[in-house]
C-alpha cells in the first residue's frame, strides 16, 4: 500500500523568505508557473482577510523540496487539487474560487472587525484548518490630521522619516502601502512596534502630482508572525503558510 502523503511538519522542506512575502503581496502578486499535481511537497498557503473588503485573493503554491534547487517561482497548486473556504461567525461557508491565474483563489466574504474566521477544507485530498480573529480597533495618533505631507525625493529613492503612533486592539504588527490614482498598491515599509520612526521608501519614478494615498494594515498575530519573522511561523494545520486579517486605515498623502 502506498505511503500517505503527509502535511503537517516542515521536515525535509524549505520555505524561503519570498513564500512570507506573498502573505501581504498576494494581492498583486503573479504566479507564472503551470500548475502542477501534488508529489510530496508541502502546500503553503497565503491567505489574508482585510476588513471593508469584500474579495480576498490567496495564493497556494508548494514549499521547495529539501534536495534540488530552489525554484526562480513558486509552483502553484492547480485547483482541482484545492477544495477550500472560509467560514464566518454566522456558520456560513464562503469557498475560494480560482481566478484564472496559476496558484490564485478568491473568497468573496464581508470581513468585518472583530469578527473571527474559519478556514477549512482540504488541499491534495488532505485536511487543512487555521483560525483568524480580525482586529477591532485601529487608530493612528501621530501624525496627526486627515493628510498627511512629505517631502518628494529628487532623482535617486529617498525615504520618508516621521514619528508614529498606532492604538490598537488585536493588531500585532503594521504593512505600510502606497495607493496610486489608478489603483495600484505597493509596499514601502512595515513595523512590528506601536509607536517609534518610521523610514518609509519613497521612489522617484512615482507620479507624486497624481492623488496618493499611505494604508496601513493593522494585522493580526498570525499574519504579524508569517510576515515579519526570519523563519516564518505558520498557524495552518495541514499546510505552511498563513491566513490571517488585517485592519487598514487610509490617509490622503501629499509628497511635495
Known amino acids: 500500500m502506498a505511503r500517505k502523503r503527509r502535511v503537517t511538519r516542515k521536515h525535509g522542506l524549505r520555505l524561503p523568505v519570498r513564500y512570507a512575502s506573498l502573505f501581504i503581496a498576494c494581492l498583486t502578486a503573479a504566479c507564472t508557473e503551470p500548475p502542477t499535481s501534488l508529489g510530496t511537497d508541502q502546500p503553503v498557503v497565503s491567505l489574508v482577510l482585510i ?3 469584500s ?4 495564493v497556494i503554491t508548494l514549499a521547495a523540496p529539501a ?8 509552483l502553484p497548486v492547480p485547483p482541482s487539487e484545492v477544495s477550500l473556504g472560509v467560514r464566518d461567525e454566522a456558520g456560513t461557508l464562503h469557498p475560494l474560487g480560482p481566478t484564472g491565474e496559476p496558484g490564485r483563489f478568491r473568497v468573496e466574504l464581508d ?3 472583530g469578527h473571527q474566521y474559519q478556514l477549512e477544507g482540504t488541499i491534495g485530498g488532505e485536511p487543512v484548518t487555521a483560525e483568524t480573529t480580525v482586529p477591532s480597533r485601529f487608530e493612528m495618533m501621530e501624525p496627526a ?3 498627511l505631507r512629505a517631502s518628494a525625493p529628487g532623482t535617486g529613492p529617498a525615504f520618508w522619516e ?3 503612533r498606532f492604538e490598537t486592539e488585536g493588531g500585532a504588527g503594521f504593512s505600510l502601502q502606497l495607493v496610486q490614482a489608478s489603483g495600484l498598491i505597493s509596499v514601502i515599509g512595515s513595523l512590528r512596534e506601536r509607536s517609534g520612526v518610521w523610514r518609509l521608501f519613497l521612489l522617484p519614478t512615482l507620479d507624486y502630482t497624481a492623488p496618493l494615498h499611505l494604508r496601513i494594515l493593522a494585522l493580526d498575530q498570525a499574519a504579524a508572525q508569517w510576515l515579519f519573522s526570519s523563519t516564518p511561523r505558520s498557524n495552518i494545520r495541514g499546510a505552511l503558510g498563513g491566513f490571517g486579517s ?3 486605515l487610509v490617509r490622503p498623502l501629499v509628497v511635495e
Open 51 to 53: 476588513a471593508g473588503q
Open 55 to 58: 474579495r480576498h485573493e490567496a
Open 67 to 74: 534536495s534540488g534547487p530552489i525554484p526562480s517561482t513558486p
Open 111 to 113: 470581513a468585518l472587525p
Open 145 to 147: 490630521g486627515d493628510t
Open 162 to 164: 516621521a514619528p508614529y
Open 246 to 248: 488585517a485592519l487598514p
